[in-house]
């Protein structure tokens, strides 16, 4: 990977870690009275967005999508936690990483629903790719294994898309 400049230095993580707490209502679920997979994605995909957002301090747009797995049912009335984080910073692009969980009232217990990596575009006025002005400042192992880890998915995304996939 090439190294970048960022002429604003950097942001850390927890600066543009976002947490948001959505409850299913009737208009979320599906006919088999489950969470509608569209619209946790339509939830994933926000949450994404203002994390690139935080950390970008300019307007994003979302590229891709790499995974929505479910792991875990969601019904009617459930508590989804959604969090959002920065994993990696490249030139234009960065990475998000989001984790939704149901959430149980009594006990707070969280339960994985899905893990999901959005590629988010730092864009201008016209709607055309610009650099990002903030690297990322990676604060231990955890960050620097998500670091690595976005990197070998990055090289792995190219190569689909140049294999036309």
């Not at 088999?32 to 994003?60: K, V």
């Not at 891709?64 to 910073?89: G, N």
């Not at 055309?128 to 090289?155: C, F, N, Q, V």
């Amino acid at each position: 990977m090439e190294a970048h400049q960022y002429p604003k230095g950097t942001k850390t993580v927890s600066q543009s870690r976002t947490e948001v707490t959505r409850t299913v209502f009737y208009q979320d679920i599906n006919g088999f009275n489950r969470l509608f997979g569209g619209r946790l994605m339509e939830w994933i995909d926000e949450a994404a967005g203002i994390a690139a957002r935080r950390h970008c301090g300019s307007t994003i747009t979302t590229a891709c999508v790499d995974q929505l797995e479910f792991k875990h049912a969601v019904h009617l009335d459930d508590d989804v936690v959604i969090i959002a984080k920065v994993t990696y910073v490249g030139r234009t692009s960065l990475e998000v990483r989001v984790d939704s969980y149901v959430e149980e009232y009594d006990t707070r217990e969280r339960n994985l629903i899905n893990t999901a990596f959005l590629t988010e575009v730092c864009i201008d006025e016209n709607g055309k790719a610009t650099p990002i002005e903030y690297g990322l400042e990676l604060e231990g192992d955890d960050e620097r294994t998500e670091w690595e880890s976005a990197t070998k998915r990055l090289i792995f995304r190219k190569t689909r898309k140049a294999e036309g996939f």
